[in-house]
């Protein structure tokens, strides 16, 4: 099983972008899906949830500006990005929580998504 990331690169201060993520492999089946963003020096940290109902969690930070949504035929999660901050510059991961051959939390490679001006 593997995550695959995309859509990472340099926006301006309150620009957009979309990350995908795309499993692929011997998957039954993926519970949990997220994005997570981690910056030099700190810990990785949630920034938001999916879950296989569709249910949704986010970081304060982010709510009202961030929509994570998926496509379950696809094997996708999505990160829509809107009003970009300066403090949103980090690698952003993507996580899946895999049923299928063999099971368990896998990450995606990271993409950088760098807000400046």
């Known amino acids: 099983v593997q995550l695959q990331a995309s859509g990472g690169g340099l926006v301006q201060p309150g620009g957009s972008l979309r990350l995908s993520c795309a499993a692929s492999?011997?998957?039954?089946?993926?519970?949990?899906m997220g994005w997570y963003r981690q910056t030099p020096g700190n810990q990785r940290e949630l920034v938001a949830v999916?879950?296989?109902?569709?249910?949704?969690n986010y970081a304060d930070s982010v709510k009202g500006r961030f929509t994570i949504s998926r496509d379950n035929a696809k094997n996708t999660v999505y990160l829509q990005m809107n009003s970009l901050k300066p403090e949103d510059t980090a690698v952003y991961y993507c996580?899946?929580?895999?049923?299928?051959?063999?099971?368990?939390?896998?990450w995606g490679q990271g993409t950088l998504v760098t807000v400046s001006s």
């Open positions: 996580n899946a929580d895999v049923r299928g051959y063999p099971s368990g939390h896998y």
């Open positions: 492999g011997r998957i039954l089946s993926i519970n949990n």
């Open positions: 999916i879950i296989a109902g569709g249910g949704t």
